[in-house]
T-cell receptor, first 108, second 110 residues
Framework: QKEVEQNSGPLSVPEGAIASLNCTYS??????FFWYRQYSGKSPELIMF????GDKEDGRFTAQLNKASQYVSLLIRDSQPSDSATYLC??????????FGAGTRLFV | NAGVTQTPKFRILKIGQSMTLQCAQD?????MYWYRQDPGMGLKLIYY???????DKGEVPNGYNVSRSTTEDFPLRLELAAPSQTSVYFC?????????FGPGTRLTVL
């Protein structure tokens, strides 16, 4: 069973701090990785994607990928109350299918 | 662009009833997906499609059926509804890997 694992949280950080969200995946064949943000009662929205090992930055968000360790992370700098949401990690598997983690709840 | 639209927003079914959840997208995406999300859980893939006329099962297909006769539409059919199908259903479309989600349908089976 291919899986994406996340700590369900909740993760609580003070305003202005860095929030660090982590995820591991089981399928070594996964090529693409995504972070979605989901506000309560709303649908997920894509905030970051990463394909290559290393870091990818977009504004206050940085995604990090380590394929050898099968580990993906998301850093949110200068956290704001509006960042309070559930963050879903996802990985492609078996072609165009995507496996989602259960999500980490973040409170700022 | 309306993006991905889903109807209805809410529905209550009795056990054994059937219904179709509608999903449409106007972004000309080839790939479309149906997920269910139970409270406090992530998204479970029910069915997906890589183009008109092509569909395949995801992780939890039992009790559901899909069809894809056009690029735009991807309806999900529930036959013989059961309480275990109480969930929020999301449809998504994708140009390749990044997915765009509809607003969801909240379904309760009593």
């Amino acid at each position: 069973q291919k899986e994406v694992e996340q700590n369900s949280g909740p993760l609580s950080v003070p305003e202005g701090a860095i929030a660090s969200l982590n995820c591991t995946y089981s399928d070594r064949g996964s090529q693409s990785f995504f972070w979605y943000r989901q506000y309560s009662g709303k649908s997920p929205e894509l905030i970051m994607f990463i394909y290559s090992n290393g870091d990818k930055e977009d504004g206050r968000f940085t995604a990090q990928l380590n394929k050898a360790s099968q580990y993906v992370s998301l850093l949110i700098r200068d956290s704001q109350p509006s960042d309070s949401a559930t963050y879903l990690c996802a990985a492609t598997t078996g072609g165009f299918k995507t496996i989602f983690g259960a999500g980490t709840r973040l409170f700022v | 662009n309306a993006g991905v639209t889903q109807t209805p927003k809410f529905r209550i079914l009795k056990i054994g009833q059937s219904m179709t959840l509608q999903c449409a997208q106007d972004m000309n995406h080839n790939y479309m997906y149906w997920y269910r999300q139970d409270p406090g859980m992530g998204l479970k893939l029910i069915y997906y499609s890589v183009g008109a006329g092509i569909t395949d099962k995801g992780e939890v297909p039992n009790g559901y059926n899909v069809s894809r006769s056009t690029t735009e539409d991807f309806p999900l059919r529930l036959e013989l509804a059961a309480p275990s199908q109480t969930s929020v259903y999301f449809c998504a479309s994708s140009p390749l890997y990044e997915q765009f989600f509809g607003p969801g349908t909240r379904l309760t089976v009593l």
